[in-house]
């Protein structure tokens, strides 16, 4: 088994390099502009260009992508010859400096021709200072200078340059300043070591905001998985045992019913009748700042909805499995002995019956945490597949990466939970 589980994890590593290569080549390949996304479309070409250049995306793409797997920070590094450190303010804001000699944090503006040091002491207060003895003289005869700026970015400047960059204000939009960077590398440390980056479309740092919808997400499917699949499983062999029946036609049809209807007019149809006819519960999910379960009674109609789409499904393999079961010639064999009917059908039916849906609970696990986005949008649950949704929309691949990332774990993950409670089920089934 634990040669197994070491296979499965090397497995698990491949699949995520092989997914993060694929999903970024189709994000690159797909049409779209990423600058007029964001910024909308009647930005003007400067604009465009500088910010793809702060951005980080005017740089080739193989580099991008190890910027985004490895991170850009020891490659900074090496450009601006100091160490550099992430630390998070007292506000919770994150920040890059650089460590100079002495071991104070720092990091540079450029005003007209000077270079001015600002040095960050122990209390959060930032001390300005001429720094020009930072320049140094390229091969062309240019003064120039590596170091950081305020905006998270390693930069490349070049004095008397005068360059034109268009950056965000707050309160006032993108405005025209002088004295822009010749370069620019994104800092980060890169997904391998957690950090996959700051969101394009929101400005944010992806892991947290990641971390804020796959919890809501979590919460969702959470509570759906633990209503319906019980609840589906103990149907669907109450079908099975009495094929033919009319308990067993009711079970099946319905459930047929609610797997066929689309998720997105079962969850209109409970808005309509629960909400807006009987005013029941709230029809959509507004939590604001709160956790989902703080607010419970906006949970009750996407988990009703998830849970009359996975029923109907799981009740029809398990009573599919069950019926299959119960006419095995072992199951005949031991009735022929004698045996006890519901003796037979917990001690021999019930646990063979149970692989196959297994299998399909294990999948839909996945569905449940990325594939519920027509749900998430429904009722406009901040979820986990709405924001890859949004994303993608967007051609937000630091986000997009991320959260392709956390599906292919999950999905992984799962099936090696799967495969363990095999071997509970069936004790012919081993792993060498």
Do not use: C
Not at 204 to 225: C, D, E, T
Request: charged letters at 20%.
């Amino acid at each position: 088994m634990a040669k197994f589980i070491l296979r499965r994890f090397l497995l698990l590593l491949l699949t995520m390099f092989l997914v993060s290569m694929a999903v970024f080549l189709i994000a690159e390949a797909s049409p779209g502009n990423v600058a007029k996304n964001i910024l909308g479309a009647f930005i003007t070409p400067e604009q465009e260009a500088s910010f793809l250049a702060q951005m980080g995306l005017d740089k080739p793409a193989w580099q991008r992508y190890l910027y985004w797997l490895a991170g850009s920070d020891w490659h900074a590094s090496k450009k601006v010859g100091l160490p550099l450190e992430k630390i998070t303010t007292a506000k919770g804001f994150e920040e890059w400096w650089a460590v100079d000699e002495s071991g104070r944090l720092i990091r540079w503006d450029l005003q007209g021709e000077n270079l001015m040091a600002l040095v960050r002491g122990p209390d959060g207060t930032v001390i300005e200072s001429i720094d020009n003895g930072r320049w140094a003289t390229d091969e062309k005869g240019k003064s120039i200078f590596w170091g950081l700026d305020n905006k998270n970015h390693a930069v490349l400047w070049e004095k008397g340059a005068d360059r034109e960059v268009w950056s965000f204000v707050v309160g006032k939009g993108w405005m025209k300043t002088t004295g822009g960077p010749a370069e620019y590398i994104p800092l980060k440390k890169g997904f391998v070591r957690g950090d996959p980056g700051i969101s394009l479309r929101t400005g944010r740092p992806v892991g947290k905001s990641m971390f804020v919808r796959l919890r809501n997400s979590l919460v969702l499917a959470g509570i759906a998985f633990v209503i319906v699949m019980p609840l589906a499983l103990v149907l669907g062999i109450i079908a099975g045992l009495k094929e033919g029946s009319f308990k067993d036609r009711f079970l099946s049809i319905s459930g047929m019913m609610f797997s066929v209807i689309p998720e997105f007019a079962t969850g209109i149809f409970l808005i309509l009748i629960m909400s807006h006819w009987l005013q029941l519960v709230p029809g959509a999910t507004v939590f604001g700042e709160k956790a989902p379960w703080e607010r419970p009674d906006m949970l009750i109609l996407p988990v009703l909805t998830l849970t009359l789409i996975e029923l109907g499904y799981v009740l029809r393999i398990t009573r599919a499995s069950m019926s299959e079961v119960m006419r095995s010639p072992y199951i005949r064999t031991a009735f022929l002995k004698g045996l006890p009917y519901w003796r037979v059908v917990t001690g021999h039916a019930v646990r063979n019956a149970l692989i196959a849906p297994i299998t399909v609970i294990m999948l839909h696990v996945n569905w449940l945490l990325g594939g519920i986005v027509i749900v998430e949008v429904v009722f406009g649950y901040p979820g986990l597949g709405q924001y890859l949704l949004d994303s993608a929309l967007y051609k937000d691949v630091n986000a997009l990466e991320a959260g392709t990332m956390i599906m292919v774990l999950l999905a992984v993950s799962t099936q090696l939970v799967a495969d363990i409670i095999y071997t509970f089920l069936n004790p012919r089934i081993r792993y060498a």
